[in-house]
């Protein structure tokens, strides 16, 4: 007799939940963006914006977290959107479109941390993107496995990601002044880079570097008692890497000159060279390295679940719902998202940072919010095991901060999210014209009524 075809396994607890989170959240952006945020603000005004970066992440934090808790399913946002605006009407709309833009944020995001893997190997430049593309390949190797295994090497990577921050700091402590926490009256060593003082800019590149924080969500189907783990990750791996981004930044900024910190483009291990001397900052290297690959190891778990996900239940191409007959793991989504990351590693690293937020800012970021706000008024009794704290304060300051994100000047950023948005309605509308299904379904006919008595 043939036993039943494997399904996802609960294999992950609170502390591997956590460090696929935080290795998620601390990849390879904040040592490439630091001396971006920098440029942007013109100098020590950077720290305003990992501060305003942590609220937001916080903030959406809370509404991703109350929505885990009451939808704990593979694929997270995915599941939120659908469920929200109506799993049948505009929900399926709205979680297609999600599934489109994840086809090209994902790999997006996963070569982002491939190309600042090659940048701090320090390759030469024509090597860059065939270095990050082997990067890419490598990491879906290793996650051809259980799942439980992963749990467990996430942990190694875990502890390595918080040594390369924690060396940075740790070196930089010694010489930490008070001047970088009063951001407010540092002055401009050069003009930020737009009308409101650069903070657009900055505050997009400080919250690239802490997404992440969601995903736990894309494995709940694989997390050991969801509804409490779920938003205990959450809110603890924001708060970790919220102290330590600033740290880092304070630490940095003590070290180098503001001019160096602002153009270098190794601005973190050459303040470590500075402060601890060589040796220590060819350790430091290394641990970036480290940070970067286990950074793209989680990318590339999460958003495979959200594939699978979506192809399990019918709203996306079927072909990403095959999992490993014994390993129970989506070799299809795994494979696709490595695929194209390994070409978009050939785009410039600018453009790839700013087409991840150019495109996610609406959907799913957006639409996210508006929806956790929608079920609390459609669905007041239902059952919510975390409720995001001082509602709905969290959800309205998100909700400000990603539209001021998208619509702020000088970015560039609305083209290319538009455009992902009408090629993927025009993508859905089109597979459910041919498989009849909303908007063109047939109406469901009306019951007889019942003969007068």
């Not at 924001?238 to 190794?266: E, F, Q």
């Not at 996210?368 to 704290?389: D, K, N, T």
Request: with cysteine; aromatic share 12%.
């Amino acid at each position: 007799m043939t036993s039943p075809a494997p399904g996802l396994r609960r294999e992950i607890g609170l502390w591997q939940g956590t460090a696929l989170n935080v290795i998620d959240m601390v990849g390879v952006g904040p040592f490439v963006t630091l001396p971006l945020i920098l440029a942007a603000m013109g100098g020590g005004r950077a720290l305003g914006a990992w501060l305003l970066g942590a609220l937001l992440a916080i903030c959406d934090g809370l509404v991703t977290a109350e929505l885990s808790a009451s939808l704990p399913r593979a694929g997270g946002s995915y599941a939120f959107l659908r469920e929200a605006y109506g799993p049948e009407t505009w929900g399926r709309l709205v979680s297609f479109l999600f599934l489109f833009q994840i086809v090209f944020s994902a790999p997006l995001s996963i070569a982002s941390g491939a190309l600042g893997f090659a940048r701090y190997l320090r390759v030469p430049m024509s090597w860059e993107a065939p270095t990050a593309a082997l990067v890419c390949g490598a990491v879906v190797l290793l996650l051809f496995r259980k799942v439980g295994d992963i749990g467990r090497f996430s942990v190694v990577l875990w502890a390595g990601v918080l040594l390369a921050v924690g060396i940075v700091i740790a070196t930089g402590l010694p010489h930490l002044t008070v001047e970088p926490f009063l951001f407010w009256k540092a002055p401009l060593v050069a003009p930020p880079t737009e009308a409101l003082g650069g903070i657009g800019i900055a505050l997009a590149f400080a919250v690239y570097d802490y997404l992440g924080y969601y995903n736990i969500c894309y494995l709940a189907e694989e997390v050991v008692e969801p509804t409490k783990t779920i938003p205990r990750v959450i809110v603890g791996s924001i708060a970790l890497v919220a102290v330590l981004y600033v740290l880092m930044n304070a630490c940095v900024v003590s070290v180098l000159p503001m001019k160096t910190a602002m153009t270098s483009r190794w601005a973190v291990t050459e303040a470590v060279e500075v402060a601890a001397g060589k040796p220590v900052a060819l350790v430091a290297t290394a641990l970036v390295l480290w940070t970067a690959f286990a950074s793209i190891f989680s990318l590339t778990l999460g958003y495979s679940r959200v594939l699978y996900a979506a192809g399990r239940d019918g709203n996306f191409f079927a072909a990403f719902a095959r999992l490993h007959p014994t390993g129970g793991f989506p070799t299809v989504a795994l494979m696709a998202l490595g695929g194209a990351a390994m070409l978009f590693c050939f785009l410039p690293l600018g453009v790839v940072l700013k087409a991840i937020l150019s495109i996610r800012a609406l959907v799913p970021f957006i639409a996210q919010v508006a929806g956790a706000l929608l079920l609390r008024r459609r669905l007041p009794a239902s059952a919510r095991p975390f409720r995001m704290w001082l509602y709905p304060l969290p959800a309205l300051v998100a909700l400000l901060l990603w539209v001021f994100i998208l619509f702020s000047p000088a970015k560039g950023f609305q083209a290319a999210g538009a455009i992902v948005l009408a090629a993927g309605t025009v993508v859905y509308l089109v597979r459910a014209r041919l498989r009849g299904e909303w908007p063109f379904a047939a109406a469901t006919p009306a019951a007889p009524a019942a003969p007068a008595a």
